[in-house]
């Protein structure tokens, strides 16, 4: 069955500090992982997409990394800002679904 | 950019009635999908379109239809709102299928079902 955990479920830093999300998951055939940046009572807007055969990926002050052997991915995010406060949703697919599967998230607040 | 707008941000029901929401998107996208969004869940997908009058089910249909008559619009109608159908309601788009679909969202309707 495929299955996506997040982790940790929420997480309160300073503006400025670094932070890492983690997301395992558990899809076959697995084609690619995405991570989503959700504001709060808004849509989820795209941040980074991975094929199977990428390790790492850029956009600005956002890094996803991906392990597929192990099956883990991860966002760093750099010099947090206030407007980093969201939801940041992992979503893995697979080759033989177009159904795209959503983690619960976790929900980040930045303070100053 | 793609832009996917949906008709309502809030919207309050009563038991019973006939609800519709709907969803305009401006880029031809061929495939147009609407997801519920519960605290705690990730989102799930109720139904979803790859054409004009082509529907598929998604993972939760019951108690949901839907409608696509033009290919910019895809709507979602709750036959008879129940309480358990108060929820964040996220409607997408994307240009192909696939575990490649790039999907982008609409800005959500938040359904309260009294």
């Known amino acids: 069955k495929n299955q996506v955990e997040q982790s940790p479920q929420s997480l309160i830093i300073l503006e400025g500090k670094n932070c890492t999300l983690q997301?395992?998951?558990?899809?076959?055939?697995?084609?690619?992982l995405r991570w989503y940046k959700q504001d709060t009572g808004r849509g989820p807007v795209s941040l980074t997409i991975?094929?199977?055969?990428?390790n790492t990926k850029s956009n600005g002050r956002y890094t996803a990394t991906l392990d597929a052997d192990t099956k883990q991915s991860s966002l760093h995010i750099t010099a947090s800002q206030l407007s980093d406060s969201a939801s940041y949703i992992c979503?893995?697919?697979?080759?033989?679904?177009?159904?795209?599967?959503f983690g619960t998230g976790t929900r980040l607040q930045v303070f100053p | 950019d793609v832009k996917v707008t949906q008709s309502s941000r809030y919207l309050v029901k009563r038991t019973g009635e006939k609800v519709f929401l709907e969803c305009v998107q401006d880029?031809?996208?061929?495939?147009m999908f609407w997801y519920r969004q519960d605290p705690g869940l990730g989102l799930r997908l109720i139904y979803f379109?790859?054409?004009?009058?082509?529907?598929e089910k998604g993972d939760i249909p019951e108690g949901y239809s839907v409608s696509r008559e033009k290919k910019e619009r895809f709507s979602l109608i709750l036959e008879s709102a129940s309480t358990n159908q108060t929820s964040m309601y996220l409607c997408?788009?994307?240009?192909?299928?696939?575990?490649?679909?790039?999907?982008?969202f609409g800005p959500g309707t938040r359904l309260t079902v009294l």
């Open positions: 880029m031809d996208h061929e495939n």
């Open positions: 979503v893995p697919g697979a080759y033989n679904t177009d159904k795209l599967i």
């Open positions: 997408a788009s994307s240009r192909s299928l696939g575990p490649y679909n790039e999907q982008f």
């Open positions: 379109s790859y054409d004009v009058k082509m529907k």
């Open positions: 997301c395992n998951y558990t899809v076959s055939p697995f084609s690619n």
């Open positions: 991975m094929t199977f055969s990428e």
